[in-house]
């Protein structure tokens, strides 16, 4: 038998299909093989490159079909653009590629898949070029139709494909040199599995995504470009997010999603890391660190200098810039591609980014009035209750004297708040009282910069101010009411961008903030405070996270409570929980077991007059019996403990002591 059969064989032995040189075989093709051609179903599949391997991954069934039904238009598919994966990326039809939309990936190929191939070492199936595919479908065609098998291809690669019969089609792939003298493709490698049509292979498609958007989130990360233990980025992390929210309507909203009462929630990724680290700050720091442990450095230069950048004033501007642009861009585009959208927003920060969020929420205004009252106001910005007169601040500083300077000069408290040392010595201001002015209206800079007064919105809630301790920090306004200072939350010299939303919620995710608050000097939160555009706020961390922190005590310092449990969305506790109470379930169990082993053992030495019926007698009774004669209990462990003395197994002293430890059997 030849190579070629054995393979053949071998072939028909794992494929149950009949084998071609079996009798079955042919006569299942002995019928009306004309009628049996059924033109082939395509489905629309891209390639996206996932541990350094090309993976074919398929479009979810209603954006095959939108992209199947864009190429059977009849209009030329160049510069064609079909949105897919719920609007996140665009296909390019004519260019067969894929694009992200609201984040730089690179593009990834697009392809009209009919017919594939087992790969060489996942088993999973490749797709054949467009091309290669309709010759193949055509060769299957005059198959089926003229009843002609044991076709041969040869791909554009000098592979070889046989179609044996319908249930039977392999791959061979050409040795490297063996085809120089003449042997058969046959004899070329190991044959492959070929199938016709996506419904033949193994692959999950999806139905696809609902086209209503309740709800919108952005997503920040934190340190380092690496989001997760796996190493994974951002967008594959916010992937599980989009994913895990679909399943959760399909298991608790279902019947109301195929009512189309609610719809879907979107998650997009906001990413600082990539352009903080193109600032040119890698090379600087590359040439400063030490050659030794290279692996270890470049870890710590890529991840964690990512907080000392965030405590740097100028890499910290660089960071929110960042962070408040990419959000606005992305919601402003959002906009663009869903006109209809009616619902919130939502925000989420994971460790550093969920800071990155607070500082700048802190530090919103409540109304586009306050943003643009900003721009024309001075540097110093007053507070409500300032009504002094530079007059009246000099008399307050002792320096009543060189009020006429100034008056000559017509500066007034703005004009004075600008000045620099150098313009107060060329009007004639002595040293002494220079530093005294410049510092009072520095003092008064620095809270006004960053400590914001109390906003009434427009919505009608009130907006308190953050204590830097309590009853230390305060002040009196003209009614006599105490008000809380603003402290120092955000960084001294940064200046706080904007959003162009107001965000419902704010999610925090084993975040840090209450450690950088606590730093940065900050030791209680007014129980009123609330951020100025932002409705609600959730602290949420797991227990063996070592980078997360609370913030509920600094809210409330006298009160210890608990925090409050999510509930697993699969109805099942975190593992650690039931990984904890299962243990403390089988302690409980193997002691009450060995317990009820020692009282009948107790039993049985001590009874041993009575009838043995009488010695089966539950545990529940037997611990009655000892809780009411303790004494009784007493003189049975030592007349116990006596004999073991006397024999040659020392355990059981040890086994009893084990009963009460208190009163040890050797000591009695």
Known sequence: MSSAES?????????PSPSPNSCSSFELLDMDAGSLYEPVSPHWFYCKIIDSKETWIPFNSEDSQQLEEAYGSGKNCDGRVVPTDGGRYDVHLGERMRYAVYWDELASEVRRCTWFYKGDKD????????????????????????????KKLESPNREIIILHNPKLMVHYQPVAGSDEWGSTPTEQGRPRTVKRGVENISVDIHCGEPLQIDHLVFVVHGIGPACDLRFRSIVQCVNDFRSVSLNLLQTHFKKAQENQQIGRVEFLPVNWHSPLHSTGVDVDLQRITLPSINRLRHFTN??????????????????????????????????????????????????????????????????LGDMDNEKDAPNIVMDQGDTLTLEEDLKKLQLSEFFSVFEKEKVDKEALALCTDKDLQEMGIPLGPRKKILNHFRTRKNL???????????????????????????????????DYLHVGIGQVSVKYPRLIYKPEIFFAFGSPIGMFLTVRGLKRIDPNYKFPTCKGFFNIYHPFDPVAY??????????????????????????????????????????????????????????????????????????AECESSPEKLRSLKIQYCWSSKKSTKPRASSLISLYNKNEPCMAA
């Open 7 to 15: 393979q053949q064989e071998q072939l028909s032995q794992s494929d």
């Open 448 to 482: 006004m910069d960053i400590n914001r007064p109390t906003l009434q919105p427009a919505s009608g809630v009130t907006v308190s101010n953050i204590p830097k301790e309590s009853g230390v920090c305060s002040k009196t306004d003209a009614t006599g009411n105490g």
């Open 302 to 367: 890529d991840t964690i200098l990512d907080v000392f950048f965030y405590n740097s004033p100028t890499y910290c501007q660089t960071i929110v810039d960042t962070v408040a642009s990419e959000m606005n861009r992305i919601y402003t585009l959002f906009l663009q591609r869903n006109p209809d959208f009616k619902g919130g927003v939502s925000i989420a920060g994971h460790s550093l980014g969920s800071l990155i969020l607070f500082d700048i929420l802190t530090n919103q205004k409540d109304s």
């Open 550 to 623: 609370r913030i509920e005590p600094m809210v409330v310092p006298g009160v210890e409570f608990e925090p409050m449990l999510i509930p697993h969305h699969k109805g099942r506790k975190r593992m650690h929980l039931e990984l904890r109470e299962g243990l403390t379930r089988m302690s409980m169990d193997l002691k009450n077991n060995l317990l009820g082993s020692l009282r009948m053992a107790w039993k049985s030495f001590t009874r041993a007059p009575y009838p043995a019926l009488q010695a089966s007698e539950t545990t529940e009774e037997t611990e």
């Open 123 to 150: 088993n999973k199936y490749v797709p054949y070029s467009e091309s290669f595919s309709q010759v193949l479908e055509e060769t299957y065609m005059l198959a089926v139709t003229l009843d002609e098998w044991k």
